[in-house]
Structures are given as C-alpha cells and as structure tokens.
C-alpha cells in the first residue's frame, strides 16, 4: 500500500477487512468488523503513550490480524494488496492449524517473536480486546484455558512495550472474575 496518511491506510484497510469478513459475527452478536476496530484503537491508544513503534503497519495488522485464519483469503493475495511485510506479519499473528491445537498458539508467539515488535504490539492489543465478559456458552475449562494463554502471551511478548505489558496485566487480573 503506497500511502502514508494513518487516515487513508485505515480507511482502506478497514473497507478491505469488512468485505472479507463479511457477515462474520463476534460472539456477542456484533459485526466481526468492531473486534477489528477495537483491536486498532488498542493500537492508536498505545502509540498515544510510546511512539517507539510504526503505528501505519500496526493499524494494518491490528485490521487484518484475522484475515488468513477466519477467511478465504489466501497469503498471496494478501501480499499482493498490502505488501510482504503485512502479509507476513498477519501469517505470523494466523494459528496454523496444521498442527495440535495445543501447539497452536506456541508456534504462533515464536514467529510473532521474529518479526517486528509491530506484530507484538498487535497480538497483545488483540488479547487485551478479548479479555473481556466471556461469551455464556464458554465452559469453566474454555475460560480458564483463555486466561492461561493471555498469562502465556504476556510473557512471552514481555518487553515488547511497556504501557501493553501494564495493560494486559491489569486486564488478566481482571479476567480472574470469571474463574
């Protein structure tokens, strides 16, 4: 994507996420589009407090952090619209589901860690959105399970941004009310 304006590559990012998504809905019933939205404004939030970061990329990221995995879009057309280093940091922030779920989410924060903290930046911002009210048809194993994986993200992605390693703290601690 050849422009630099944070307006425009938004605007942009969001219309091509919003026609690949869909009709795709977030468990509460909203439009999948929102979690999106929310994950971006993590991202705007957090540059608001540390500009150590190239917030153009993050915003793409944070837009697209769910293409690969919840829709038909292949990589290749992915790279083609918004360059390589989107396409791979989407492909690292994607679950490949190739290997035992419980792998999945290990093998994910490993190639997160070899990218850009851009792509670190958006999957704490992602955890940080969804740590909210699980959805009523989540189980106490689901839940629990959740929290782990956040407390696991945290870890592993510690050091990648101050305010973010706060956050996402704050918001596990949180989370323990619906233990």
Avoid at 74 to 88: P, R
Avoid at 97 to 115: P, T, V
Avoid at 128 to 150: R, V
Avoid at 153 to 178: F, M, P, V
Wanted: glycine content about 4%; hydrophobic content about 35%.
């Amino acid at each position: 994507m050849k422009d630099t304006d944070i307006q425009t590559i938004y605007q942009k990012t969001i219309d091509f996420a919003a026609e690949k998504h869909g009709q795709q809905k977030m468990p509460n019933g909203l439009p999948y589009i929102v979690h999106l939205s929310n994950v971006a404004m993590e991202a705007f939030m957090v540059h608001q407090y540390k500009q150590d970061f190239d917030l153009k990329l993050a915003i793409q990221l944070a837009l697209l952090h769910d293409i690969l995995e919840d829709t038909n879009l292949s990589f290749k057309e992915l790279k083609d619209d918004f360059g390589n280093t989107v396409a791979e940091g989407v492909l690292a922030l994607t679950k490949d589901d190739k290997l035992d779920k419980k792998d999945q989410m290990d093998d994910s924060l490993n190639r997160i860690l070899d990218l850009s903290k851009e792509v670190a930046i958006v999957k704490l911002c992602d955890r940080i959105t969804n740590l909210q009210k699980p959805p009523k048809k989540w189980g106490n194993a689901k839940i629990k399970k959740y929290h782990f994986q956040a407390i696991k993200i945290a870890q592993k992605l510690k050091g990648k941004n101050d305010y973010l390693d706060n956050r996402i703290n704050k918001k596990i601690e949180q989370y323990k009310l619906y233990l």
